[in-house]
C-alpha cells in the first residue's frame, strides 16, 4: 500500500535544509508559545484562578488550587515542548516517518524490559552518591553572586516540587503517577532520546558523543545545577539503552522506573506522617552499597548491549546513507 505521505516527503526534501532547520525552530517556539497559552488558560479556568497567579510559583500552596494548576499547564508544556516537536521534526528535517525514525515500532525481547528495570533500581545508590557530590560543589569567589542566585532559585523550585509530591489522598498520587512519573518519562525520552541524540548521532557520526551531549542537554534543561550531575549520569544510561537497543520504550521504563521510586518513596514517607522529600540525602549509607551497585550496574550493562545490539537495526553506522538530510 502507498504510503499517502510520499508526496510531503518528496517536497521537504526538495527544500534547502537550512529552510527546514528554520521550520523546526519555528515549530518549538510554537509549540511552547501555544500550549503554554492554552495550559495556563485551562488551569485558571479548572482552579479558579487568576491566569498571573501562575507566573509567581513560589506563592503555590496546597490550598489554593495553584499546584493543581501548575500540574495542567505541565502537562500542556510537555505536549508542546517535547511531543509535538519529536513528531514533526524527524518529518521536516529528515522526510521521514517519526514511528520508525525514534524506534516506536521496534519490539525488543521482554528480556531486555526486564534488564532496563533492573537497570533503573541498580542505579539509585551511584545516583544517590553523585547527588551528594554534586550538592558540594562550591562556586569561586568571584562568582558568588551566581552561586546565590542558583541557590535561591533552587529552594523556589523544591518549593514548588514539594507542592506537587503532597498527597494527602490516594486520588492525588494516582494523579501524580501520570504526571510525574508517565507523562515526563514518555515526552522527555521521545524528544532527547529519539530525536536529539537520534539526529546527533547522525549529524556527528559518533555514537558515544551522541549520547552524552543529548543526556548533557536532557540534565541542563531541568536547571538545577544541584542535581546536574545525577542527571546526567542518568541521561546517559537511557541513552545507551536506546543507542544499544534501537527501541526508545526501553529509556522509556527506564526513566518511568526512576521518577516512579521518588514518587512512591514520598508518598511512603507522607503516609508514616513525613513530608515528601524530593532529594532526600540525610542519611548516609554504606560504601559497601555504592561499590556493589556499581558492581551490579556493570553486569546489567553487559548483558543488555549483548542481547540488544544483534537485532539492533536503528544503528545509524549500519545504513549511513538512511537519515541523510
Known sequence: MKNPFDGYYSVLKGMPLYFRVFIGIAILLMGFSVMGFLGVSIASLVTGQPIASFSHPENVSGTNGIAAGFKIIQFFLDIGI???????????????????????????????????????????????????????????????????????????????????????????????????????????????????????????????????????????IHFEFYGFIPRLLLGMLMGYAYLWSGDIKLPIIIHFTNNFLDLGLSYYLQLQGKAPEPDNTSTQPSILLYIGSAIFMVVLLYLFKTRALPNNAMAYESNKNEYEP
Open 82 to 220: 517535547f511531543v509535538i516537536p519529536a513528531l514533526l521534526l524527524p518529518v521536516i528535517l529528515f522526510a521521514t516517518n517519526p514511528v520508525s525514525f525514534m524506534g516506536m515500532n521496534k519490539r525488543s525481547a521482554f528480556i531486555l524490559f526486564v534488564i532496563a528495570i533492573c537497570l533503573a533500581l541498580c542505579i539509585q545508590p551511584i545516583v544517590d552518591f553523585s547527588t551528594r557530590i554534586n550538592q558540594h560543589i562550591v562556586f569561586p569567589h568571584f562568582l558568588s553572586g551566581l552561586e546565590n542566585y542558583i541557590k535561591d532559585q533552587e529552594v523556589k523550585n523544591e518549593a514548588l516540587m514539594m507542592q506537587f509530591l503532597n498527597m494527602p489522598h490516594l486520588i492525588d498520587f494516582i494523579v501524580n503517577i501520570f504526571i510525574v512519573a508517565i507523562m515526563p518519562a514518555v515526552v522527555e525520552e521521545l524528544f532527547f532520546r529519539g530525536f536529539v541524540q537520534k539526529v546527533l548521532q547522525i549529524w556527528l557520526k559518533r555514537s558515544h558523543l551522541a549520547v552524552f551531549i543529548a543526556a548533557f542537554i536532557f540534565s541542563f
